[in-house]
């Protein structure tokens, strides 16, 4: 399985841009690039995913380096709820498994 | 909205006692899932499902079983609770078409083995 790294943890400040970034040197042609995240005391929840275009959702934007080596997930203004471990993972069995490595862990000031 | 429903948030077991977690997903779902979760190790996955009567061992299968009988349920057994297995169990479902699924994931249940 293809792995990734991330930064453990990363700060931001309220209503300012996050960008959360993922190194994945090892991706195969036909991994997908998923980001969960965990708020506290919760199961983790989709984000967003892609392939080998940039993604909009109404959570996030993921922008993937064109030799889809690395990727980062870009949160337009982040708020005190956007606080959370986000996880950067690629999926492989046709996308059917995840492999969840440590996250990064996002704290927002207000 | 997917919903995926554990039977417990909090439980707390004795050594040696049989345990079951059960989790039920409202959508459909071909595949379903049973990770734990500990500090330092992230999600790992114990067994997953992707039918019926049908189970596939994860990384870490030992000391645990699972049933699934039915389309919406799957079960996790613990056929002998031991202090190892205090850990938060997550439950997660996603269909089963290939590409990029997405898992949709229960709220969890931290269980405390005594």
């Known amino acids: 399985d293809a792995k990734t790294t991330q930064p453990n943890s990363m700060e931001s400040n309220e209503e300012e841009p996050v960008h959360l970034p993922c190194n994945h040197s090892?991706?195969?042609?036909?991994?997908?690039i998923h980001w969960y995240r965990q708020l506290p005391s919760q199961g983790p929840e989709y984000v967003i995913h892609g392939l080998t275009s940039n993604v909009n959702n109404r959570m996030a934007s993921l922008a993937i380096a064109e030799d889809r080596k690395s990727s980062t997930l870009i949160l337009h203004r982040a708020t005190l709820r956007d606080a959370a471990v986000y996880y950067c993972?690629?999926?492989?069995?046709?996308?059917?498994?995840?492999?969840f490595g440590g996250g990064t862990r996002l704290m927002v000031k207000p | 909205d997917v919903k995926v429903t554990q039977s417990s948030r909090y439980l707390v077991k004795r050594t040696g006692e049989k345990v079951f977690l059960e989790c039920v997903q409202d959508m459909d779902h071909e595949n379903m899932f049973w990770y734990r979760q500990d500090p330092g190790l992230g999600l790992r996955l114990i067994y997953f499902?992707?039918?019926?009567?049908?189970?596939e061992k994860g990384d870490i299968p030992e000391g645990y079983s699972v049933s699934r009988e039915k389309k919406e349920r799957f079960s996790l057994i613990l056929e002998s609770a031991s202090t190892n297995q205090t850990s938060m169990y997550l439950c997660a479902s996603s269909s089963l078409m290939g590409g990029a699924e997405t898992q949709y994931f229960g709220p969890g249940t931290r269980l405390l083995v005594l």
């Open positions: 993972i690629l999926s492989y069995n046709a996308g059917n498994m995840l492999t």
């Open positions: 499902s992707y039918d019926v009567k049908m189970k």
């Open positions: 090892t991706i195969s042609g036909t991994d997908y």
